[in-house]
């Protein structure tokens, strides 16, 4: 490196380029790129700049230069001005260490073995002497008629050739420092750096009249410089942050949020919060208050952020509601969030960055976990595991089951599809899903970016079984009028499942098994089969009779232990039960 001008220059080896580092007032500034080596990548040691010295106010560098056709640095080696790239010497050997002395250029062809003394006259510069050293020059210092120049250890025993020698190998490394007179060229000393390494690189000459600080001195000196490094850059480091933000702010989509709500004024404010607190920043959230009679308008307007937009409506329901933020919503992309749910915070920018990756996808879902009514984690858990056009296993809950609060998807396909069915209290969601599927690609992000609160309200023993089968009967004859497209038989086949799904829902409350007798029938009549005794050959259906025992036998009074060891005998009663008749079966078919 040199000092020039109230900067200092660093020659960068393996990036071929020179930085500029300004120091005023004791201080140093950021480094700056000055120059980089014509037409070669900073990406890779192409020519291996190594030494910086300077004359007349004019930059002088060496290097290796291009590798030749044999892939070798033997012969492009140049000793050349910076600022207009014209070569001193040039077809050199390995160059290194350019110093300038007056008007004297010294410089060493390593791999020749040599040091060169160049003089100055009337800007053209002279070889004067042409020095045959005894190994690899290294480093150059001058100091009043002498030139020190250093000299690495033979190429076998340097640690450059990565190998470590065995401990009990004898090893002479001839390092040396080797004093020249600088008018005759005369060798005048050899010392042996045996004890003191093996490739002296660099060589700094003191004069015997500087005196140096103390060990101590110097690191106070330093940590004083530290102190001040740190009270400047804080600042700056803040100020450098918050630019940053407010330009990705800028340079990134939109997002638009949609939360609608109804008397959730326990959960709401934590639910805004986490869409707030998101590391994806530029984005607004909607919320929707669907004539809420609770204190939630109160919540919600304590929170400042002018990304949040607060509306209050008549009660006209939970999907009118999200088609009223879908109208007024902006974002180049939608997601939605209930307000008793969370997200986590790096939920909205990791689905971005996948969509803006996976152009030919229409709308993308994750996993979540479940959570209770106070926070805390539950067994539970939606994972989050297939992709694809996936019509059949969206539409039937086999084997997905996407979200709401999971998804993200485009606006413009939101628009294509058409908004929330309002006619639907139940399984809209699903239906805007089954929309798209048949469209375009849905994608499953395996990462966990939300918390799906289950409390009271949500519980199946909460529901109302015949708003249940209502919204069935409603969802089931959509599918049956707009997928005609789809064959007859997987429509039947699904829709039997989706009934058989709740009706086993159903059975396992007693309350509700009337409406889970109907579904059953429902189910029967999709598939044109007899399921009222092979379904009771099926572990779903013993699951049922046992969920009826354990409520009838008042199971859940019981000790822990005790409530797990009558499930275990129920379990292994019943399957018992079915290898038998499965075995009668077969028995009555042979004969």
């Not at 005023?24 to 070669?40: C, D």
């Not at 010294?106 to 160049?118: C, H, N």
């Not at 307000?339 to 960055?353: A, G, R, T």
């Not at 779903?540 to 046992?546: E, L, P």
Request: net charge neutral.
């Amino acid at each position: 490196m040199v000092f020039h001008e109230n900067c200092i220059y660093l020659a960068s080896t393996g990036t071929n380029e020179v930085y500029r580092i300004p120091f005023t007032n004791n201080y140093l500034s950021n480094e700056e790129l000055f120059w980089s080596y014509p037409n070669v990548s900073h990406e890779k040691d192409e020519i291996h700049l190594n030494g910086l010295s300077i004359h007349r106010g004019q930059l002088i560098a060496s290097c290796f230069g291009p590798k030749n056709s044999e892939n070798s640095w033997g012969s492009n080696g140049r000793v050349f001005y910076l600022a207009t790239n014209e070569n001193i010497v040039e077809g050199l050997k390995q160059p290194h260490s350019p110093v300038v002395i007056d008007d004297r250029l010294i410089f060493a062809e390593s791999a020749k073995q040599k040091v060169y003394v160049l003089e100055n006259n009337k800007n053209e510069w002279i070889k004067r002497l042409d020095l045959k050293l005894k190994g690899y020059a290294r480093g150059i210092a001058v100091v009043n008629q002498s030139i020190f120049i250093g000299i690495s250890a033979d190429r076998s025993i340097s640690r450059s050739t990565k190998q470590i020698l065995p401990a009990n190998q004898q090893v002479i490394a001839n390092a040396s420092l080797i004093e020249i007179d600088l008018i005759s060229g005369e060798q005048l000393q050899d010392l042996s750096l045996q004890g003191y390494g093996r490739e002296p690189y660099d060589i700094l000459a003191i004069e015997p009249a500087s005196t140096l600080c103390t060990e101590m001195e110097t690191i106070y000196r330093r940590v004083s410089e530290i102190e001040l490094f740190a009270d400047r850059y804080a600042a700056d480091a803040g100020r450098l942050y918050l630019e940053k933000t407010e330009l990705l702010r800028n340079d990134a989509d939109l997002v638009s949020i949609i939360i609608p709500t109804y008397n959730r004024a326990e959960f709401i404010g934590e639910a805004i919060v986490s869409v707030l607190s998101q590391t994806y920043s530029n984005i607004e959230l909607i919320v929707i208050d669907d004539g809420s009679t609770d204190n939630t308008q109160l919540i919600v307007s304590k929170i400042t952020d002018k990304r949040l937009t607060y509306i209050k409506q008549n009660n006209r329901g939970r999907s009118n509601a999200r088609n009223h933020a879908l109208s007024l919503a902006s974002g180049k992309y939608i997601t939605f969030l209930d307000s008793d749910d969370l997200y986590l915070p790096n939920k909205i920018e990791l689905q971005v960055s996948y969509l803006k990756n996976h152009p030919g996808v229409g709308m993308i879902y994750t996993s979540a976990h479940c959570i209770n009514t106070y926070g805390r984690l539950l067994d539970h858990k939606y994972i989050a595991s297939v992709s694809g056009l996936i019509y059949q296993s969206i539409a039937f809950f086999t084997p997905v089951t996407i979200t709401l609060p999971t998804v993200m998807t485009y606006k413009s396909v939101l628009d294509q599809v058409g908004g929330f069915d309002e006619d639907m209290d139940r399984f809209e969601d699903t239906d805007m899903w089954r929309r798209i599927s048949k469209r375009y690609r849905i994608d499953a992000m395996p990462d966990f970016t939300c918390l799906l609160r289950t409390h009271e309200d949500n519980s199946l023993q909460s529901q109302d079984p015949h708003k249940i089968s209502s919204a069935l009967d409603y969802y089931a004859n959509k599918i049956s009028t707009e997928d005609t497209e789809v064959d007859l038989t997987v429509r039947n086949k699904g829709l039997s499942g989706l009934y058989t799904y709740y009706a086993y829902a159903f059975l396992s409350v007693p309350q509700f098994a009337e409406s889970g007798k109907r579904l059953i029938k429902t189910a029967k009549n999709y598939q044109g089969l007899d399921l009222s005794f092979s379904r009771l050959l099926q572990k779903q259906s013993i699951k049922s009779i046992y969920y009826r025992i354990y409520y009838k036998t008042k199971l859940d009074s019981l000790t822990f232990w005790g409530r797990w060891t009558l499930r275990f005998i129920y379990f292994r009663s019943a399957n018992f039960g079915y290898k038998l008749l499965v075995k009668a079966r077969r028995l009555f078919k042979n004969y």
